[in-house]
């Protein structure tokens, strides 16, 4: 997975696109417990990297979401290209969502809401299922077209974060191509949720987790919740650069290693 943070100007977007990965189910990968600081490290990479000036985000008040499903409509007589048209979204993807949702309210402390389904417009997270030919046709304000292209071209699916210049997420919106198997698509709506909420880089250090590429998770792994519980603990703040969250990081995410799954 590549990212983009701090090397725009002005620095207010952040995007992560997804790559290949091998599909693996949760329950095949045996969960080794690693140690805090094993986890903390884990954690920096997650969610802050390594680029230079690099600094946490989060969402600071609770997003709406909404989904939508496209589909290629008629083609321009300009272009010649076929442009994206609403579809009915299917009842299992919004309910993949909900279920998806309702973990990451309570991992977040947010009261994160979706939005009811195809309701057309709003919402502060849009997730729009749409055929990979017309994932160009959906607007990412900011974005450069030669980074956005790089995005969309191996990608299963990807997503794109605009932060204040307080590092609090504003928006986000979220594309998956929708000729993926069932499965890629419930792991696409998980993963790039779970990034877009704040956690938007991959690691290979620790697995199984949904931030590691050499599975395809379709539920939140220990290791996950241990790092959404950090990130939306109160004592870490958007903004924080790396070295503060080194610091502090191993009182927090000791306690939630204690808690049962």
């Given at each position: 997975m590549n990212s983009l943070a701090?090397?725009?100007?002005?620095?207010?977007v952040l995007w992560v696109c997804a790559s290949f990965v091998l599909m693996l189910p949760l329950t095949a990968v045996a969960e080794t417990l690693p140690s805090v600081q094993e986890v903390r490290r884990f954690a920096e990479e997650v969610v802050i990297g390594n680029k230079p000036g690099a600094r946490l985000v989060k969402w600071?008040?609770?997003?709406?979401?909404?989904?939508e499903t496209m589909t290629a409509g008629p083609r321009d007589e300009t272009t010649g290209r076929a442009m994206p048209v609403p579809t009915r979204?299917?009842?299992?993807?919004?309910?993949?969502?909900?279920?998806?949702?309702?973990?990451?309210?309570?991992?977040t402390g947010l009261p994160i809401r979706l939005m009811p389904r195809d309701i057309g417009s709003g919402g502060d997270i849009v997730i729009t299922i749409v055929p990979r030919l017309q994932m160009s046709?959906?607007?990412?304000?900011?974005?450069?077209?030669?980074?956005?292209?790089?995005?969309?071209?191996?990608?299963?699916?990807?997503?794109?974060?605009?932060?204040?210049?307080?590092?609090?997420?504003?928006?986000?919106?979220?594309?998956i191509n929708s000729i993926l198997e069932e499965d890629h698509i419930t792991h696409c709506l998980l993963e790039e949720l779970t990034q877009s909420l704040g956690l938007p880089n991959d690691s290979d250090?620790?697995?199984?987790?949904?931030?590691?590429?050499?599975?395809?998770?379709?539920?939140?792994?220990?290791?996950?919740?241990?790092?959404?519980?950090?990130?939306y603990d109160p004592r870490i703040p958007?903004?924080?650069?790396?070295?503060?969250?080194?610091?502090?990081?191993?009182?927090i995410i000791g306690p939630y290693m204690a808690m049962p799954e």
């Open positions: 701090n090397d725009m100007i002005p620095r207010l600071t008040h609770a997003p709406t979401i909404r989904l979204t299917t009842e299992a993807h919004y309910a993949a969502l909900e279920n998806h949702i309702a973990e990451l309210a309570t991992l046709a959906i607007p990412f304000p900011g974005v450069p077209a030669k980074k956005l292209s790089q995005a969309m071209g191996p990608s299963r699916c990807f997503f794109v974060i605009w932060p204040t210049p307080d590092w609090a997420v504003q928006k986000a919106r979220i594309a250090r620790l697995r199984p987790s949904v931030f590691n590429e050499t599975a395809m998770l379709t539920e939140l792994s220990y290791l996950d919740r241990i790092l959404i519980r950090t990130v958007a903004g924080m650069n790396l070295g503060d969250f080194r610091e502090k990081a191993e009182a």
